[in-house]
Nanobody, 124 residues
Framework: QVQLVESGGGLVQAGASLRLSCTASGRTSSPYVMGWFRQAPGKEREFAAVISWSGGSTDYADSVKGRFTISRDNAKNTVYLQMNSLKPEDTAVYYC?????????????????WGQGTQVTVSS
């Protein structure tokens, strides 16, 4: 089992930046793919970004590409999501997720472990 705890959400104005963190605990010795997903009110949870175990491969949703950057520090069991040039449409609960394996994955249902989420609100 892996436990995930997100932090770093908040209320910001459009154009601002935030950095989300997600720290894993438990059975973290296996290779884990780490992803960030988000869910806006009344909408389904959607993929935002993912990073491979080594950090050598990343993938982004078109809606965040060029503005968000995912990174990880395996020594700290932590993955980050740097969010720049935030827009009101980025407002959502952001979830960190993990699954074993190599490469990168976008599918919500392919992830085994989820954090509790952190709220990001961007005002116009």
């Amino acid at each position: 089992q892996v436990q995930l705890v997100e932090s770093g959400g908040g209320l910001v104005q459009a154009g601002a930046s935030l950095r989300l963190s997600c720290t894993a605990s438990g059975r973290t010795s296996s290779p884990y793919v780490m992803g960030w997903f988000r869910q806006a009110p009344g909408k389904e949870r959607e993929f935002a970004a993912v990073i491979s175990w080594s950090g050598g491969s990343t993938d982004y949703a078109d809606s965040v590409k060029g503005r968000f950057t995912i990174s990880r520090d395996n020594a700290k069991n932590t993955v980050y999501l740097q969010m720049n040039s935030l827009k009101p449409e980025d407002t959502a609960v952001y979830y960190c997720a993990a699954r074993t394996g190599w490469g990168t994955f976008r599918g919500v249902k392919t992830y085994d472990f989820w954090g509790q989420g952190t709220q990001v609100t961007v005002s116009s």
